[in-house]
């Protein structure tokens, strides 16, 4: 059992299409990042977000941190083909350093 | 400034063989952290360096280990390699590392390993 639960772990829309990626755990978390991922490339961090119930926006991205710090999403509005590839998730837990714990992941295809 | 770079890109061994994968951070950051990425398993925390010293383990067997040297570059070692070591292996770079990771890391491309 993941420590993370990120869902859905596919997804295919449509150009202009709205989504949201969920987060989820029973864990609190100190602090949680969200990253996208391409083919043959390391993660790149997007936002990292830090008290519950934060709400942060990056361009059509819209990320929020639950209250209890437990759980957060990712809204893409009006997808673009350029938002294709995977997107993680992944939680800081106070007095683990640096360790980052990722959920699955969610592969998002926009078609044109 | 350049960014975390990884060497080799790419690598291939057979079972019961060692491999060394090196890291270099970005210049200042004195944290280097190692993931385990597979299509099963996902991204998996290996290990944490920080002034040459592991300051966090994650939950793989002793054939992996690390070490950082003084100037903060870092070298992963995998002993008696199994099929299932097949992986991408990603190096993170910070500043300082912290409780609860809330300065940015950064990762490099990766090393992929096969083997066979």
């Known amino acids: 059992t993941q420590l993370l639960e990120q869902s859905p772990q596919f997804l295919s829309i449509q150009e202009g299409e709205n989504l949201t990626v969920y987060c989820n755990s029973s864990s609190v978390f100190s602090s949680l990042q969200w990253y996208r991922q391409e083919p043959g490339e390391g993660p790149v961090l997007l936002v990292t977000?830090?008290?519950?119930?934060e709400v942060k926006k990056l361009k059509r991205l819209t990320f929020q941190f639950g209250d209890a710090r437990k759980d957060s999403s990712l809204h893409i509005t009006a997808a673009q083909p350029g938002d294709t590839g995977l997107y993680l998730c992944a939680g800081a837990l106070d007095n683990a350093g640096n360790m980052l714990t990722f959920g699955g992941g969610t592969r998002l295809m926009v078609k044109p | 400034k350049a960014g975390v770079t990884q060497t080799p890109r790419y690598l291939i061994k057979t079972r019961g063989q060692q491999v060394t994968l090196s890291c270099s951070p970005i210049s200042g950051h004195r944290s280097v952290s190692w993931y385990q990425q597979t299509p099963g398993q996902g991204l998996q925390f290996l290990f944490e360096y920080f002034s040459e010293t592991q300051r966090n383990k994650g939950n793989f067997p002793g054939r992996f280990s690390g070490r950082q040297f003084s100037n903060s570059r870092s070298e992963m070692n995998v002993s008696t390699l199994e099929l299932g070591d097949s992986a991408l292996y990603l190096c993170a770079s910070s500043p300082r590392g912290g409780r609860g990771a809330k300065e940015t890391q950064y990762f490099g491309p990766g090393t992929r390993l096969l083997v066979l």
């Open positions: 977000v830090v008290t519950g119930g």
